[in-house]
Nanobody
């Protein structure tokens, strides 16, 4: 299983970015996929997860971020709106498959004030 995260960049506060996690090596359309982030000097934290019939979000991003699946592209997207400086972090996508955790390489999101 391989995960390729993309879409990060520099944006002003209040702006938007769309992250994408391309999944290969397994059929992924029903695989639970999560997004996590790690800010400098902090632990990695949960952001959002998609699984069949359910979406979940961290309280800090509810109402601003939306996770979705693109089955045609075998990818999971994270639409991030109303970005805040505290959203600055490296964002990682994650799956667990056959008892093994897989992480993408991370994509940096920087939100300037």
């Amino acid at each position: 299983v391989q995960l390729q995260a993309s879409g990060g960049g520099l944006v002003q506060a209040g702006g938007s970015l769309r992250l994408s996690c391309a999944i290969s090596g397994t059929a992924s359309n029903f695989l639970p996929v999560g997004w996590y982030r790690q800010a400098p000097g902090k632990q990695r934290e949960f952001v959002a997860r998609i699984r069949p019939g359910a979406l979940s979000y961290a309280d800090s991003v509810k109402g601003r971020f939306a996770i979705s699946r693109d089955t045609a592209k075998s990818s999971v997207n994270l639409q991030m709106n109303s970005l805040k400086p505290e959203d600055t972090a490296v964002y990682y996508c994650h799956v667990t498959f056959s008892g093994t955790d897989y992480w993408g390489q991370g994509t940096l999101v920087t939100v300037s004030s």
